[in-house]
Antibody
Framework: QVQLVESGGGLVKPGGSLRLSCAASGFTFSDYYMSWIRQAPGKGLEWVSYISSGANTIYYGDSVKGRFTISRDNAKNSLYLQMNSLRAEDTAVYYC???????????????WGQGTLVTVSS | QSVLTQPPSVSGAPGQRVTISCTGSSSNIGAGYDVHWYQQLPGTAPKLFMYGNSNRPSGVPDRFSGSKSGTSASLAITGLQAEDEADYYCQSYDSSLSGFWVFGGGTKLTVL
């Protein structure tokens, strides 16, 4: 079955950096687009970033553009999120999610990891 | 402020029917983009619950149905059960400058 396991979260000071990883199994990772989605404590979901299967198309949400970098290693079945210049408002649980494409061409997130908590605080 | 608007909470007694609305605009739902729904049980990760407006993934009971019209979508639940108590989020695509994938603010469903 599809399994996504995030790691790398923790406590970091404002202005600091952190690298999140997501280990995928149970499906052919290189065939799928992937995304990072976050959820601040007690808040809703916010899409963060997207990467195509071959990493040739990448998108970011406005709130992280220029600070975060998404990447993937298909040989290692892994997705990454390098987070720099972290701010207090980046505090959230970060989920990696597999992207599925619907019949009408729309994209949605059909499998999610358990999440990893990133806390930005001095 | 979420791009898609959902009521913060809805409630109903066991056996009743409730609906959760998701209102967007001409750059997302109104532009014809599909709406998808996620269920988040307390302390767990979100789970895909409805895709392509009205399609249920395997394992989702047929008590749940989805629809879309104009700039809005709805998730309807009939025969409400205690296990349905969760947060529900709608999601679509937005074609505006700061768009891509957008979520509603979430709706807490309480079974009385």
């Amino acid at each position: 079955q599809v399994q996504l396991v995030e790691s790398g979260g923790g406590l970091v000071k404002p202005g600091g950096s952190l690298r999140l990883s997501c280990a995928a199994s149970g499906f052919t990772f290189s065939d799928y687009y992937m995304s990072w989605i976050r959820q601040a404590p007690g808040k809703g979901l916010e899409w963060v970033s997207y990467i195509s299967s071959g990493a040739n198309t990448i998108y970011y949400g406005d709130s992280v553009k220029g600070r975060f970098t998404i990447s993937r290693d298909n040989a290692k079945n892994s997705l990454y999120l390098q987070m720099n210049s972290l701010r207090a408002e980046d505090t959230a649980v970060y989920y990696c999610a597999r992207v599925a494409r619907g019949g009408s061409g729309s994209y949605y997130f059909d499998s999610w990891g358990q999440g990893t908590l990133v806390t930005v605080s001095s | 402020q979420s791009v898609l608007t959902q009521p913060p909470s809805v409630s109903g007694a066991p056996g009743q029917r409730v609906t959760i609305s998701c209102t967007g605009s001409s750059s997302n739902i109104g532009a014809g983009y599909d709406v998808h729904w996620y269920q988040q049980l307390p302390g767990t990760a979100p789970k895909l619950f409805m895709y392509g407006n009205s399609n249920r993934p395997s394992g989702v009971p047929d008590r749940f149905s989805g629809s879309k019209s104009g700039t809005s979508a709805s998730l309807a639940i009939t025969g409400l059960q205690a296990e349905d108590e969760a947060d529900y989020y709608c999601q679509s695509y937005d074609s505006s400058l700061s768009g891509f994938w957008v979520f509603g603010g979430g709706t807490k469903l309480t079974v009385l």
